[in-house]
């Protein structure tokens, strides 16, 4: 007893972990700072705004029907989502009801692009916790939603669907063949994924518990999507303010809400699986169920003065546009709220405290897509300070440009 | 005279052995080949078709690799421990070749009955698991020496690994050991074999491998670092753990370790439970009992027979192996050390208890000695 | 519920059965490319072309530009034809869309890896 009686706690040193700007769990670079003591979790910093692309300022310069292109281009996975609720929102603003058939055909392709973002997820999620099989074998059947929706589109990933005023595309009765016979497998499959690949014990293992995202706290941080959806938190712009063919949705009563109690990664995960299913029934009724008529309506470019705010379930959360027309035929003002935004404040909730191989699976659990994020941060690059830039000051330096430009 | 031209034939031999066949070279080439199986293997359970291009179907694919990481540049981190680190690379590889040295592949000793590895001598079952914890520790230096903090929690999650899994990999080997009595592992395999005019065992005894050889397949798992056990190079959560500093040279001879630990991983399971480079024997024919064995012994057609049953067995022990890492997801470091406690390591004491138990109880009872 | 080694059965049917990646670069088997894929940008019917320069207007990424007809080109009524710079078209079909004669087509040609900017300036 040469120094005292008292117990010694060895706490392990805190090792900071960078995890990205580049890192092989971010598809995207983003940069989380992870404090770790062994390989538990005690802080967790979101750091993000490498991606910045300025695209709502790009779209002031252009027309409508040149900024749809544009914003099918905020993300490449939620393509038709940005594309569509931008259509959406125009329409709005212009006051023009489009053709029955084009909504069936829009919602169409929304509910095609949520099966294959739901299974691109499912198979990043089996990557994530090594399982590689499985992950090969979700992107295998992913192939087969993509195939339709270049049968339906011509392009796998910028569909380039909408237009103002209706869809670009129709549907025929060779083509509603083909959509009905790759739907049909695409169910047996991901039934297969809901009965047997999430059940394999080493996944599980990985997602049961892991993330723990309460409802209260769901609700509170304002999660959206598959992710509150998770928590138990019933929140899917399909069903609480459904538009275009989802009102039709709604209304046939066939179809709920997807619900899970568990509050996990795994709720997460299964939230996910049967909402794929819910979506290929979904397609199915809406191919039975397509009325004849007309895909598109002629509006005019220039659009009166209007503010439109559209809503739309895009396959991570609710989507919001914001539109302000100014009777030209160019927005003059756009603003974008992907749904990742509004769920990264969840994420770095459940980071917290838990082991930092779960850091992966559980940043992907969100389903994050940095690049429909990033906002304009300034980082020194000295101290690493983070530096906001509140409207004022960002009003009169986009002023100075505006001066500076004429 | 007489003397001196034996001894040098002998000694050109044995470094044609050592060197050639079935030492360096040879392990070299399994081990090319070896990736090659799994990877293909790996794809074809995944329903894809696995590397293609280079030679047939992709032979030479790993080949190829290892020529490509030859060729580029090679990086040593400002912040790390240069030497030692340099140092790593050279001391797995050499390790894994000397592991590989212990394996009776072919007879090497004509002098004693049965097959003897180039290294052969009483007790070597001991050295053979000693330098094999050894590769494990060379990993956890190479992750302390990049001084990466993605290096560090990868060496000490195989840290963790070693202390959960080394100790059922030992007591899996014990069993054979008990039943034959010996800690030599030519010994051990011709006992088990019953071939060479080594006197045999009951065949009861056989049942009692099961298990081990079990839970042998596991533990091999974890210390080859494969899925389900690969938390140390994670390459989603920690980027490749300890590999991640090193490039170019360094993770070329880094990558044939690992595939040299392959085959010897496979090898020390053919030997230990599956009856080595045994196969033609077992059948209950006379022209394979009577005289078989010592014509295989001394002619070039044994090395080349014993060479491919070697290489057969092997490679349904890598099959197997494939499609555990195949089968499964990363299991968590926290994970793993449960299973590894809860059910790994008891179930090796138990299995060692009922060895013991039968070996010295039931047998007698029944009559089989 | 969760136990260990599910999908055992799946993997071994899918070891015997029919591989799902396809050798691409080096046949294009199994690629199955569907009817109307919007591909690489064409300026089909030049005759039918008056050079209205509408296709220009519409193009959301500038790719398509207004030259004046070389002489070995169709001369329209304007003398203005388009070309496209194709490292900067999108591939959204509105050009074709907006043609009021149908000049324009993206064909099924989707191999379009260029060595440089001039390649890539289809006429």
Request: overall charge negative.
């Amino acid at each position: 007893m040469t120094e005292s009686d008292e117990p010694r706690i060895v706490i392990p040193p805190r090792v900071t972990i960078p995890i990205g700007p580049q890192h092989p769990a971010l598809k995207e670079p983003g940069m989380f700072k992870l404090t770790v003591e062994g390989e538990r979790i005690i802080d967790a910093e979101v750091n993000i705004g490498y991606n910045h692309r300025s695209i709502e300022k790009i779209a002031e310069g252009r027309t409508f029907l040149q900024v749809l292109y544009l914003a099918e281009r905020i993300c490449g996975i939620c393509s038709a989502t940005h594309n569509g609720t931008l259509a959406q929102a125009v329409e709005a603003a212009a006051e023009v009801e489009i053709p029955e058939r084009a909504k069936f055909i829009r919602t169409l392709t929304w509910e095609l692009e949520r099966i294959h973002s739901h299974i691109l997820w499912l198979g990043v999620a089996f990557h994530e916790v090594g399982f590689d099989t499985a992950f090969m074998y979700s992107w295998r059947d992913r192939e087969v939603v993509m195939d339709l929706l270049e049968t339906l589109s011509g392009n796998r990933v910028n569909y380039a669907m909408n237009t103002i005023g209706g869809v670009r595309r129709d549907v025929t009765d060779s083509l509603k063949e083909t959509l009905l016979k790759g739907l049909d497998k695409l169910e047996e499959r991901m039934k297969y994924y809901r009965d047997v690949a999430i059940y394999e014990k080493t996944f599980w293992n990985r997602v049961d518990g892991v993330g723990v995202l309460p409802n209260k706290i769901a609700k509170s941080h304002g999660a959206v999507g598959p992710t509150g959806r998770g928590s138990n938190v019933p929140t899917d712009v399909r069903f609480n303010d459904p538009t275009q063919a989802y009102v039709h949705l709604r209304d046939s009563g066939e179809f709920e809400m997807v619900l899970s109690d568990r509050e996990d990664v795994a709720g997460r995960a299964i939230v996910r699986v049967v909402e794929t299913i819910e979506a290929v029934r979904m397609c199915r009724w809406l191919l039975h169920n397509l009325p004849d008529g007309p895909i598109r309506e002629r509006v005019r470019p220039r659009i009166q003065p209007n503010e439109v705010l559209a809503r739309y379930e895009a396959p991570r959360g609710e989507v919001i546009h914001y539109l302000v027309t100014n009777g030209s035929d160019k927005p003059e003002r756009w603003k974008v709220r992907a749904p990742t935004h509004a769920n990264w404040v969840s994420m770095a909730y459940t980071l917290r405290g838990g082991y930092l191989a779960d850091a992966p699976i559980i940043l992907a659990a969100i389903d994050p897509c940095f690049s429909c994020t990033d906002r304009v941060v300034l980082v020194d690059a000295e101290d690493e300070t983070i530096q906001l830039k509140p409207l004022d000051v960002l009003r009169a330096e986009s002023n100075k440009w505006y001066e500076s430009r004429t | 005279m007489q003397g001196i031209l034996d001894g040098i034939v002998h000694i050109l031999i044995q470094s044609f052995g050592i060197l050639v066949f079935p030492g360096i070279f040879f392990i070299s080439f399994l081990a090319l080949l070896w990736e090659w199986i799994d990877r293909k293997f790996y794809a074809r359970l995944q329903n894809r078709m696995g590397p293609m291009h280079t030679g047939w179907h992709g032979i030479l694919q790993p080949l190829m690799d290892f020529l490509k990481l030859l060729g580029k540049e090679d990086l040593t981190p400002e912040k790390a421990d240069k030497r030692s680190f340099a140092a790593v690379p050279f001391v797995m590889l050499s390790l894994s070749i000397i592991l590989t040295m212990f394996l009776p592949i072919v007879d090497m000793n004509p002098l004693v009955p049965g097959i003897q590895g180039i290294l052969s001598f009483e007790g070597d079952v001991i050295i053979v698991l000693f330098i094999s914890t050894l590769m494990a520790i060379t990993i956890v230096l190479a992750g302390y020496f990049s001084s990466n903090p993605f290096g560090q929690t990868g060496a000490a999650r195989t840290g963790m690994l070693l202390i959960s899994f080394e100790i059922p990999l030992i007591i899996s080997m014990i069993t054979p050991a008990m039943l034959t009595g010996s800690l030599r592992v030519s010994t051990i395999m011709n006992r088990l074999a019953g071939q060479a005019g080594i006197a045999s065992l009951p065949l009861a005894y056989l049942w009692l491998l099961i298990l081990p050889f079990i839970i042998f397949i596991v533990a091999i798992q974890a210390e080859l670092e494969r899925i389900p056990f690969d938390v140390s190079h994670a390459e989603t959560e920690i980027v490749h753990g300890w590999q991640v500093e090193y490039s170019g040279k360094k993770l070329a001879m880094i990558h044939l370790a690992e595939d040299i630990m392959l085959v010897y991983a496979a090898g020390l399971a053919v030997t230990m439970f599956l009856g080595g480079p045994y196969l033609l024997e077992f059948i209950p024919l006379e022209v394979f009992s009577v005289g078989f064995a010592s014509l295989m012994a001394t002619t070039w057609v044994g090395w080349i027979y014993y060479a491919l049953v070697f290489i057969l067995k092997s490679v349904i022990v890598v099959l197997i192996l494939s499609n555990m890492r195949t089968l499964f997801a990363r299991w968590r470091i926290d994970q793993i050390v449960r299973a590894g406690w809860k059910f790994i390591v008891p179930l090796a004491l138990v299995n060692l208890m009922v060895v013991q138990f039968a070996l010295v109880y039931i047998f007698p009872l029944l009559g089989v000695v | 519920m969760p136990r260990l080694g599910k999908m055992e059965r799946e993997l071994l049917k899918s070891a015997s059965g029919k591989q799902a990646t396809v050798l691409y670069p080096f046949t294009k088997d199994g690629l199955n490319i569907p009817e109307g894929l919007r591909g690489r940008w064409v300026y089909k019917h030049p005759d039918a072309c008056t050079g209205c320069k509408i296709c220009e207007k519409v193009c959301p990424s500038e790719a398509i530009e207004m030259i004046e007809c070389r002489a070995e080109d169709v001369q329209t009524k304007t003398g203005y034809r388009p070309v496209c710079h194709f490292d900067r078209c999108l591939l959204c079909g509105q050009c074709v869309e907006s043609c009021p004669r149908n000049v324009l087509e993206l064909s099924e040609t989707f191999e379009m890896a260029y060595l440089s900017r001039e390649d890539m300036i289809i006429y």
